[in-house]
């Protein structure tokens, strides 16, 4: 789902550059430094590049990825999650050609502010006031989060190609969210169980985790 140099066009590469900038820098100046001083952030970051280098195929020459954003938003707060997934993007851009660098505007757009934001605002709508321990909202909400991170992010990717003239509007539409509703199932399936075993292992319900020092679900 990374995007590569050369696709976008310079107004949708400066626009997109602006806004990643933008919002970044919002979350970095809101974000308190007890809510970084967790291990947790570290093996968030980790976890997230590691699962992002893992691509399996989906249909003929199309391969997909865990963006990991939701898990990260649900486990550290989405503030915390949008610094955490700019890293591990820059460092993908950076170090391992993983997406371009004059991309890496809308690659933070798409993979760490977009899709794991609207992701993890349904899993908040499911979870609701719940204080009883993880429980079916909490994973509906998680999985459902999940799905459509991979969802959203890829069909803002494609409204970028096609805003750069890359491909057909409806074509690349249908394209890109048929290959990656299959893709968020394993997103969703990863969320849910991954957040299920550490919220019921480090604290008492789906949102106590988050209180710990290091993550907030603000």
């Not at 050609?97 to 899709?115: M, P, R, T, Y």
Request: hydrophobic share 55%; net charge neutral; charged share 10%.
């Amino acid at each position: 789902m990374h995007i590569a140099d050369g696709f976008l066009e310079a107004p949708v590469l400066a626009a997109t550059a602006v806004i990643s900038a933008g919002v970044v820098t919002m979350a970095a100046r809101t974000t308190q430094p007890r809510e970084l001083a967790s291990p947790m952030v570290g093996a968030s970051a980790a976890f997230v590049l590691a699962a992002q280098m893992v691509n399996f195929p989906v249909a003929s020459s199309v391969s997909g990825h865990i963006i990991g954003g939701v898990l990260v938003a649900i486990l550290l707060g989405w503030r915390v999650s949008v610094l955490v997934m700019t890293a591990v993007l820059m460092i993908q851009a950076l170090v391992f050609q993983d997406g371009g660098i004059a991309a890496l505007g809308a690659n933070i757009l798409n993979l760490g502010i977009v899709g794991p934001g609207v992701g993890y605002l349904i899993f908040r709508l499911f979870k609701g006031n719940t204080t009883t321990g993880w429980n079916k909202r909490c994973a509906i909400g998680a999985f459902l989060g999940g799905w459509t991170a991979s969802v959203i992010a890829a069909l803002m990717a494609a409204m970028q190609l096609w805003l750069s003239g890359q491909a057909e509007l409806k074509p690349i539409l249908l394209l890109m969210f048929g290959v990656h509703a299959v893709i968020g199932l394993a997103e969703g399936g990863a969320t849910l169980l991954i957040a299920r075993f550490l919220t019921r292992h480090q604290s008492s319900s789906c949102e106590d985790f988050s209180q710990a020092p290091g993550g907030s679900f603000s």
